[in-house]
């Protein structure tokens, strides 16, 4: 489904890594290890459409992503560092506005289901401002509940969860693969994760 | 087996661009001071003292070529930047950031010597006329294609910002002339023109010469201020050190 | 997509007010400092208002160049907006135009009251209202350029101004030469096309470039 062939990545002027070739099929969980400045969130952003390697391609179903642009776009979800938490906004209005700007807008109820998934009902009208920085990440996870994307992306998505949120993240992650999605996940510590198939990739 | 062609795609890499371009630069430089010199000598000695503005006129054998060269430069700084951006060409941005400094030099020269040949030619210092203006602007252009290099540390992204900078402001370089042009017929002010002497030929032959001097120099130039960007920006790579020593 | 990001856009507008009544301010400020600087004389207030009114309109907007893209950029908006499965060249549009409400027809709003500081006539007001109507977005689109490739860097508004401002020059000349006509008495008609053209060429090409520079900014 997803192919890399021949990344290589290099920041100022160092080179991070090189010649890098993996693939990722449907069902499948590729856990992403390595030290810090090791590249690992270079190479999904890479990925997911956001930076240009030096050298190397990524292919989507055979075709390469920067020929796909937008339609690429459509079938993946990235979760970087940052949540994409707007602070002024409600927890609701976040998730309502961001889902609309995205091209799905939900109905009130459907998005009271989605922040209930994660534990956010009872702060939906608070101001994201006021919000821990657990509960804004689980905020930031509901743009992988709504997306329809095939293809997850996540950066460290264990940080700054409690053990309460840590589970949810399994769960959602394990529901993903079940239904037929893979998922890349940058990590520090193991996943814990039943997927179908369980790959691990190792940068220096 | 035809070895007579040049193989364009060795010379892009910079490794193999390097020796090259040290042995071009004399054979870019030796003409240039030729030229130069010839220039001097007909702009001096040959051509007449004009009978209106004396001999003060003959700062333009410098001011109309530096203009020139200076909006042409632009346009040859958005052409590599737009070929390094396109094709991911390292050396193509490293030649967009070279040409812009002498660029800006020589649009700064020739507003220098515009400013200079004005004072005898309308008694003032600066006058808001067509054509010094949009040098001016032009000089804002490059300042703000340097000043954004400048500050972007990444180099790729430098290049690509950039290239985006270079080609807007290309785009935009006729629009601002034209605008510029019709302001400046709006609101006549000083009515001397430059135009208004006639030029006799060995005049037209000085400028060309100190054209052809000033284009030759800015080339040599940009070849020796490349190699210095070469050598910043690959200092790490294996060649570098065998090329150094 | 597009009417979701205007709205959402407009909404922290609102909820930030304070940031779009400086901008406004400032304005006012601006253009109120030139006749304490040059005298109270009428005659040469009049003559000089067009130019006095579009420089500060043009800093003004400038100024309000950083909020485009800024808080998007560092709360990490803007990457998920560049993911979205629409053309980035639409997410720039709906962001232009929302600065444009936020930012610009405020301006719009407020400089006739400025110009009878300097006693134009109810004619040129509004010829200054309609050629900031025209030129104002252009300002929007160009400017967005400018500040989507400072975007996270250094000393960014400073380099906004030395970036934008060259290419602000020809808005400039036709804005203030539109209501320099009818102060004269002469048509602005040929300066208002000339603004209506510069408005469509920029809003078809600067939209690109700044999807463009967003691209790699946010790389």
Known sequence: MLEAINLSCVRGTRRLFKDLNFTVERGELIELRGPNGSGKTSLLRILCGLATPA???????????????????????YLGHQNAVKDELTAMENLKISSGVSGHSLSTAEAQEVLAKVGLTQQQNLPARVLSAGQRRRLGMTRLLRSNATLWILDEV?????????????????????????????????????????????LT | MSNRKINWYKYAAPANFYPLAGKMIPLFAVPSAILFILGMYVGFFVAPTDFQQGESYRIL????????????????????????????????????QAISTTGAIFTFISLVTGSLWGRPAWGVWWVWD????????????????????????DVRRADRAGAVLALVGVINVPIIYFSVQWWNSLHQGATISKNSFKMAPSMATAMFLLLGACWLYSIAVVLARVRYIIRE????????????? | MFGWLVYRDLILAWRRRADVLATVFFFIIVTSLFPLGIGPERELLRSIAPGVVWVAALLASMLSLGRIFGNDYQDGTLEQLVLTPQPTYLVVLAKVLAHWIVSEIPLVVIAPVLGLQFGLSQNTLLTVMISLLLGT?????????????????????????????????????????AVQATVTGTSPQAWLLLLAATLIVSLVFAPWATSAALKISVE
Do not use: C
């Open chain 1, 55 to 77: 050298a190397g391609d990524v292919l989507w179903d055979g075709e390469n992503i920067r020929s796909l642009a937008e339609n690429y776009s459509a079938a993946v979800a």
């Open chain 1, 158 to 202: 264990l940080t700054s969860l409690d053990s309460a949120a840590m589970d949810l993240s399994r769960e959602f992650i394990t529901e993903h693969m079940k239904n037929g999605g893979a998922a890349i996940v940058a990590t520090h510590q193991d996943l814990n994760i039943n997927a179908p198939s369980v790959k691990r990739l190792q």
């Open chain 2, 61 to 96: 054998f410098i001011h109309v070529p530096a203009a020139w060269v200076g909006m042409f430069l632009y346009v040859m700084m958005a052409i590599y930047a737009g070929i390094g951006w396109a094709f991911n060409a390292r050396l193509a941005s490293m030649m967009a």
């Open chain 2, 130 to 153: 067509a054509r010094l203006t949009s040098t001016l602007i032009l000089m804002f252009l490059y300042i703000g294609f340097i000043s954004l290099q400048s500050s972007i540390d």
């Open chain 2, 233 to 245: 920006r690959e200092q790490e790579a294996p060649w570098m050190a065998e090329a150094v020593a």
């Open chain 3, 137 to 177: 977005p252009v300002l929007s689109v160009i400017g967005s350029i400018g500040a989507a490739l400072t975007l996270g860097l250094r000393a960014a508004n400073v380099l906004v101004a030395l970036l934008v401002l060259p290419l602000y020059i020809p808005v400039l000349i036709f804005g203030s030469g």
